[in-house]
């Protein structure tokens, strides 16, 4: 059965940082692209950013580029997002999701990890 | 960036009623379109890609259609347990993934 586990998620003040972490299993997880999707309150889904199967090609949403930072380790099935600069509009549930078609769609879905940027 | 837009955004029905969602493109995406349902409290979850593959158990009742920029969520006769947010995706030019920005499928 294929798990995808978020953890890492919290209370943060504005401008701080988070680490966000994934643990995939069910699956051979260096085979596959890997997502972070996020959800605002209330709102409907937003993709973050994709990582390729060696971590060479990485893309990320215009609105955090330069402050998110998305990695894997594929010797310990983790997928993390390295979240900075974090501002009000950041909070969400973050989702991890396995990338299928090249990481063209969300094939398997964790539980969603909650980031609150609140002062 | 292409642009994805569903409509109804809410749509009232009752129990064993058929439903149509609709989702347009604002350019072709092919047939490279994916469906997920979003219960309340709980993460999406895919049901479609390719615009009509269904993923395995997902009941036959879902049916998906359409290519190009116009394409349809089709609930035949509709379950208590299918009330829920859906959404559509497209990823024929990524990155980014863009949503449409749900349909909510309401008991009437």
């Known amino acids: 059965e294929i798990q995808l586990v978020e953890s890492g998620g919290g209370l943060v003040q504005p401008g701080g940082p988070l680490r966000l972490s994934c643990a995939a299993s069910g699956f051979t997880f260096s085979n596959f692209w890997m997502t972070w999707v996020r959800q605002a309150p209330t709102k409907g889904l937003e993709w973050v950013a994709n990582i390729n199967q060696d971590g060479s090609e990485k893309y990320y949403v215009d609105s955090v580029k330069g402050r998110f930072i998305i990695s894997r380790d594929n010797a310990k099935n983790l997928l993390y997002l390295q979240t900075n600069s974090l501002r009000p509009e950041d909070t969400a549930v973050y989702y991890c999701a396995r990338g299928d078609w090249g990481g063209g769609y969300g094939a398997s879905w964790g539980q969603g990890t909650l980031v609150t940027v609140s002062a | 960036e292409i642009v994805m837009t569903q409509s109804p955004a809410t749509l009232s029905v009752s129990p064993g009623e058929r439903v149509t969602l609709s989702c347009r493109a604002s350019q072709s995406v092919s047939s490279k379109l994916a469906w997920y349902q979003q219960k309340p409290g709980q993460a999406p979850r895919l049901l479609f890609y390719?615009?009509?593959t269904r993923v395995t158990g997902i009941p036959a009742r879902f049916s998906g259609s359409g290519s190009g920029t116009e394409f349809t969520l089709t609930i035949s006769s509709l379950q208590s347990e299918d009330f829920a947010v859906y959404y559509c995706?497209?990823?024929?030019?990524?990155?980014?993934?863009?949503f449409g920005q749900g349909t909510k499928v309401e008991i009437k």
């Open positions: 995706q497209q990823y024929n030019n990524w990155p980014p993934w863009t």
């Open positions: 390719g615009a009509s």
